[in-house]
């Protein structure tokens, strides 16, 4: 009896053994999103965006400061991955690394990401619903926007501005505080009056060359045409 005790608890180690070195080395799903973010580790650098779940949640990316073992990223794709997940020995780990390995399996699905369309250079043609004359401006009113650091950069029509992009998705698009010079132009209402709109801005529409800005009640607010 007691040998019989013996051999089933040895067998319940075992058990437990392999279902913690099974959890240790898992696959699991990996979504990875089509720019990278600024991001601090040891010091300042590019970090991947990711989710691992089953189910792709727009606002739910979180930095990754590590690597994916053989997996080539290319820009402007969303990734959804199946990767191995593997817990490493601390001892062998460098104090600054991490304890869990990353390594592809296969690509799943990689989709073009229409939003990155944004990432371009945009003139002024029309705030609320009116064209614009650009004589009215010291000059051309321009949006540069740039995704991977999620931050705008252009003018007013006379000042340089500059800021950044606090929320985006296929729809949404939302901007913080703006920066700038304090240059004092003739106009000063119209470049007044084009910041004030970025500020309401909450959707978005890409069409063709243009893109459309919105406030929250779906109203124009601006409208740009790609500077080629």
């Not at 997940?85 to 990689?110: H, Q, R």
């Not at 614009?132 to 950069?153: A, G, R």
Request: glycine share 6%; net charge negative.
């Amino acid at each position: 009896m007691k040998f019989l005790l013996t051999i089933f608890l040895s067998a319940l180690a075992l058990s437990t053994c392999e279902n913690k070195s099974s959890e240790k080395n898992a696959e699991t799903i990996l979504y990875v999103n089509s720019s990278k973010v600024e991001c601090t580790g040891v010091g300042k650098m590019q970090c991947l965006q990711i989710q691992e779940s089953e189910t792709l949640k727009l606002n739910d990316w979180k930095n990754f400061y590590g690597n994916i073992e053989g997996f080539e990223y290319e820009p402007g794709y969303i990734y959804k991955l199946s990767v191995k997940k593997e817990m490493l020995d601390p001892a062998t780990v460098p104090t600054d690394a991490s304890t869990l390995k990353y390594s592809l399996v296969k690509v799943i699905e990689k989709n073009l990401d229409e939003k990155m369309r944004l990432h371009d250079i945009w003139a002024l043609k029309a705030m609320n619903g009116e064209a614009i004359d650009s004589d009215n401006f010291q000059k051309q009113p321009v949006l540069e926007i740039h995704l991977n650091e999620m931050k705008i950069f252009g003018n007013d029509g006379c000042n340089t501005m500059f800021g950044a992009i606090q929320e985006l998705d296929d729809q949404n698009i939302n901007f913080g505080a703006m920066g700038g010079t304090k240059m004092a132009c003739p106009n000063m209402a119209l470049s007044s009056e084009y910041t004030a709109a970025l500020g309401k801005t909450k959707t978005y529409k890409l069409e063709g060359l243009q893109l459309y800005f919105y406030d929250a009640d779906g109203n124009e607010l601006l409208k740009f045409q790609k500077v080629d």
